[in-house]
T-cell receptor, first 110, second 114 residues
Framework: QQKVQQSPESLSVPEGGMASFNCTSS?????YFWWYRQHSGEGPKALM?????GDKKEGRFTAHLNKASLHVSLHIRDSQPSDSALYFC??????????FGDGTVLTVKP | DPKIIQKPKYLVAVTGSEKILICEQY?????MYWYRQSAKKPLEFMFS???????DNQTASSRFQPQSSKKNHLDLQITALKPDDSATYFC?????????????FGEGSKLTVL
């Protein structure tokens, strides 16, 4: 079973809209969560990390973590066409090995 | 300028042959990794190295051998290539472990095995 599950598989939002991504881990050893973004033809780039319960905001991006349910979400407000990409949730125990989810394809329509 | 250089960007190989994927990082990081991305699987962890020592190996096949000749190099040798090995291979690095320190990825080497 995939240890990091993401939803939805794909998402389309209008420019200026809100994009929301969900991620659930099935491994209670996972304590560290990251969101990565990958534009076509490039390597993934880290967006933000979240290690504590609650919200973490960085500019237009807000992540939320609920450790009890092992659920993490990412919200992008005021989405721009340049945000169109593949978004990955990644999780790790205290060993340094990151496990990635399958990803969500975001399309932002002008 | 890219801080993690992967070579070649694209390569085509025939079944049964051998290829080496090159990775050099100029971020001064002490940990390096290989990940594989294919249509079937998401970013799949393969190996992690710290200070040129193998820390974790999640690759079942011995056909995949990482090679670290220098602190900032981690090459990947693949022998007896199979069509299922077709994927984009990403090299990454981090300062410290990847759970608390973010991974920096190269642009990948896309391998096609015919």
């Amino acid at each position: 079973q995939q240890k990091v599950q993401q939803s939805p598989e794909s998402l389309s939002v209008p420019e200026g809209g809100m994009a929301s991504f969900n991620c659930t881990s099935s491994d209670r050893n996972f304590q560290y969560f990251w969101w990565y973004r990958q534009h076509s033809g490039e390597g993934p780039k880290a967006l933000m990390s979240i290690f504590s319960d609650g919200d973490k905001k960085e500019g237009r991006f807000t992540a939320h973590l609920n450790k009890a349910s092992l659920h993490v979400s990412l919200h992008i407000r005021d989405s721009q066409p340049s945000d169109s990409a593949l978004y990955f949730c990644a999780a790790s125990p205290n060993t340094g090995k990151l496990t990635f989810g399958d990803g969500t394809v975001l399309t932002v329509k002008p | 300028d890219p801080k993690i250089i992967q070579k070649p960007k694209y390569l085509v190989a025939v079944t049964g042959s051998e290829k080496i994927l090159i990775c050099e990082q100029y971020l001064g990081h002490n940990a390096m990794y290989w990940y594989r991305q294919s249509a079937k699987k998401p970013l799949e962890f393969m190996f992690s190295y710290s200070y040129q020592k193998l820390m974790d190996n999640q690759t079942a096949s011995s056909r995949f051998q990482p090679q670290s000749s220098k602190k900032n190099h981690l090459d990947l040798q693949i022998t007896a290539l199979k069509p299922d090995d077709s994927a984009t291979y990403f090299c990454a690095s981090s300062q410290g472990t990847a759970n608390t320190g973010q991974l920096y990825f190269g642009e990948g080497s896309k391998l096609t095995v015919l």
